[in-house]
């Protein structure tokens, strides 16, 4: 258990117009919580049969019995029906009647060797979009302002709407990433159908204490793993508001029959959330990750397409135009490709942080990407791609000339045999 006391998650009451920008508090809030590459090791454990060890799950002895930190113990059963409840429930008017409020992103289109070496990015995108909100759960957004750059030579395409966009009422009863184009038909974890189709068990949890507030904010962590693994099914964590069962944060991925696209390695899903007015729990900040690789061949290469966007200037008080709501639910402004004055950071700025370099500034080239294709041993156990595939160790494992060898053609196999391991077979 993590107990922290932070300044405020309301942002200046003292603006007149109550525009909020994020705090201090919601970077404690989100440093209370595993990074995100941890929901991959959490859904593999669960994968695997187990959970990993939490060093702070030992302390959740304070709060009650231990048989109630066990799957399905009554505590975390009563706390996903509050939850799945509280959902499903329209925010009433006088809670909160509307807001606007605006979010900026990016979106990295990479190419990934997998063996720990540079990764080589192909696109990189920016957007700055306003979001609208009114009761019960009408939403609206406009993206206003978009640039991308082609940082290696590859054909134009267009980005699914969620790549650019907020999930901004949460997803519904089935989750859908990619349009459904990448995954569909997978039912929410936090819905009246979820105790039939899903595990629950409490991992860990965190207490927020705010100044002048004598109620403390505890948020659970509630590791989920489906009941039948070959299903479509949500795999990962969900952070629950104990007192208000609201959900403060998803970070999980899916089963393999859960992705359309036979490209699909892997799709991972973060959704954070904050809370303003000390009452309603908003979206903060976001990342969709899709890994694709070529299903027919185990060459160690996947592309990558990582969507990061954070929400903030939280307005309560000015109505959002009646019209918006008469239109489709995204919408984008003719201008949006000419402005540029709603972009508050450089199109390449957030690169070093994704560990992405420019071309000519440390990326490799796709000349040596070609020269360095080697293959890749790793966990297979969540993966969409079928468990057989031709395997090609490197590119000159096909075909090659030279003294020693003469003409000399290759071909091997590499299989998932379970859990974790693969083998590979070259000749």
């Given amino acids: 258990m993590i107990t922290q006391t932070v300044p405020s998650l309301l942002g200046s009451r003292a603006a007149p117009s109550r525009r909020h920008a994020p705090q201090t508090a919601l970077r404690r809030l989100a440093a209370g919580f595993p990074p995100p590459a941890a929901v991959l090791a959490l859904a593999a ?7 990993r060890a939490s060093p702070l799950a ?27 409840a509280k959902r499903l429930q329209p925010v009433e008017d006088s809670v909160l009647p509307h807001y606007t409020a605006r979010a900026d992103g990016y979106v990295y289109f990479y190419v990934d060797r997998g063996d720990g070496s540079e990764l080589i990015p192909l696109r990189v995108d920016q957007v700055s979009l306003d979001l609208y909100w009114k009761a019960p759960d009408q939403a609206r957004q406009v993206v206003r302002a978009q640039r991308l750059e082609k940082l290696m030579p590859i054909k134009d395409f267009r980005y699914y709407l969620d790549r650019l966009t907020v999930i901004q009422n949460g997803f519904g009863d089935e989750i859908r990433v990619g349009e459904g184009r990448d995954v569909r038909g997978v ?36 590791a989920v793993r489906p009941r039948d693994p070959r299903a479509a099914r949500f795999i990962g964590a969900v952070y629950v508001d104990r007192g208000s069962a609201a959900i403060v944060r998803m970070d999980f991925t899916f089963t393999p029959s859960s992705y359309v696209d036979r490209r699909n390695e892997r799709v991972r899903v973060r959704l954070e959330h904050a809370l303003w007015e000390r009452k309603v729990w908003l979206p903060y900040r976001q990342e969709v990750e899709v890994r694709r690789q070529i299903p027919e061949l185990d060459l160690g290469l996947a592309s990558v397409i990582r ?9 309560f008080d000015t109505p959002p135009p009646e019209a918006l709501f008469r239109g489709p639910p995204v919408m984008f402004a003719r201008d949006r490709f000419q402005d540029t004055t709603r972009f508050r950071g450089g199109l390449y700025d957030g690169m070093a942080e994704q560990g992405l370099a420019l071309p000519g500034a440390g990326a490799p080239t796709l000349e040596e990407l070609e020269a360095e294709v080697r293959r890749l041993v790793r966990d297979q ?12 160790p490197g590119v000159s494992s096909i075909l090659r000339a030279n003294r020693a060898e ?22």
């Fill in 307 to 315: 969507g990061q966007l954070r929400v903030g200037e939280y307005d």
């Fill in 187 to 222: 039912p929410h974890p936090i819905s009246r159908a979820g105790p039939a189709l899903y595990d629950y068990r409490i991992t860990d949890s965190l207490t927020l204490i705010l100044p002048g507030d004598p109620d403390p904010i505890r948020v659970y962590e509630v």
């Fill in 58 to 84: 030992g302390q959740e002895a304070a709060d009650g019995p231990r048989e109630d930190r066990g799957w399905n113990s009554p505590a975390v059963l009563e706390l996903v029906e509050r939850a799945a």
């Fill in 45 to 51: 454990a669960i994968w695997a049969g187990g959970m």
């Fill in 381 to 392: 156990a969540l993966s969409g791609l079928p468990p057989v595939r031709p395997y090609v």
């Fill in 406 to 427: 003469g003409l000399y053609a290759g071909a091997g196999l590499s299989a998932a045999l379970g859990g974790f391991t693969r083998a590979e077979a070259w000749g």
